[in-house]
């Protein structure tokens, strides 16, 4: 099977990183080309290409180009689009809905919106995605999670949920490292050495999260059994309700679903 890939920036590398090799050919492009070719150095048998062969003879298509940029770069690639009516399209672009990519594409093509996160690159991704309604939706369905089965965790969606989801696991990788440079400005503050408080932070993150999921457990109630009574937990915890953590959090992640939905329009 062949995979293009039209824009390998931040988030279109990190899903090739993430899609086994071994099982089919990537195809890159990138406007800056050099770009392309460092991430073709890190895959095997990948092949550079330009976006009129990838339109013209990939399989499944990922458009990893800024929001802005989707609808005018299938304008141009229409001749091409023509070629291979029966391609799988998937868009990354925030905000984008279905209806604006699929009348750009023959009524034949198949069509997925994903909405995925850097930490794909490592396999622990959290990706979120929905289907245009066609009668091949099924097949692209398995398709799209065969190929994406190393990257992490997928949820199909209704479309009316991935703005929402964007704010969360889109755009919350980026809170989660200022929250672990924050802990680690705290150790270094405190006499750690910085690689060593960066250590701590990133692990104690990871760590809080995996025993949550393992244990499907409510967070307030892991939380509750590390603040004992009058102890340095407690301290700290009601120091962050103090100063509006719950608040920040949840306004950051309103900006950012409102800045998602006009980045669609
Ligand atoms: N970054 C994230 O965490 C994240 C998360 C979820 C979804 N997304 C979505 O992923 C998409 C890409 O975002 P990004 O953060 O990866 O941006 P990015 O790093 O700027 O990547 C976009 C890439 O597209 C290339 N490009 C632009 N026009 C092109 C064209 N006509 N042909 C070929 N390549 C072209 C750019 O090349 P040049 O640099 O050479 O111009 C750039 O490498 C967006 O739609 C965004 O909404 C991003």
């Not at 330009?50 to 003879?57: H, L, M, P, V, Y």
């Not at 298509?61 to 391609?87: D, S, W």
């Not at 995605?129 to 969606?157: I, P």
Request: aromatic fraction near 4%.
């Amino acid at each position: 099977m062949k995979i293009g890939f039209i824009g390998v920036g931040n988030m279109g590398a990190s899903i090739a990183k993430s899609i086994d090799a071994a099982k089919c050919t990537l195809y890159l492009s990138n406007h800056n080309l050099q770009k392309a070719e460092e991430l073709q150095a890190h895959i095997p048998n990948a092949v550079l290409a330009s976006n009129e062969e990838i339109a013209e003879t990939c399989d499944m298509i990922f458009l990893g180009v800024k929001p802005y940029q989707v609808t005018e770069l299938l304008r141009t690639l229409a001749p091409a689009i023509a070629q291979n009516k029966k391609a799988l399209w998937v868009s990354m672009s925030a905000g984008l809905p279905l209806s604006k990519i699929a009348e750009l594409l023959p009524s034949e093509a198949g069509l997925i919106r994903m909405m995925p996160n850097t930490p794909v690159a490592v396999g622990q991704g959290m990706t979120t995605y929905c289907l245009s309604d066609s009668a091949r939706a099924e097949r692209d369905n398995q398709l799209f999670t065969e190929v994406m089965a190393n990257s992490g965790k997928l949820l199909a969606l209704p479309e009316s949920s991935i703005d929402a989801a964007t704010g969360i696991a889109g755009c919350g990788p980026a809170f989660v490292f200022q929250m672990i440079e924050a802990l680690a400005d705290a150790g270094v503050q405190n006499g750690l050495q910085r690689a060593d408080a960066l250590e701590l932070s990133a692990q104690t993150l990871l760590g809080a999260a995996q025993l949550m999921l393992e244990t499907e457990t409510h967070p307030a109630v892991l939380r509750d059994q590390v603040t004992s009574p009058g102890g340095s937990t407690i301290a700290g915890v009601v120091t962050l309700e103090e100063n509006g953590f719950r608040h920040a959090t949840i306004s950051a992640v309103n900006a950012a679903i409102e800045r998602t939905r006009a980045l669609g329009n």
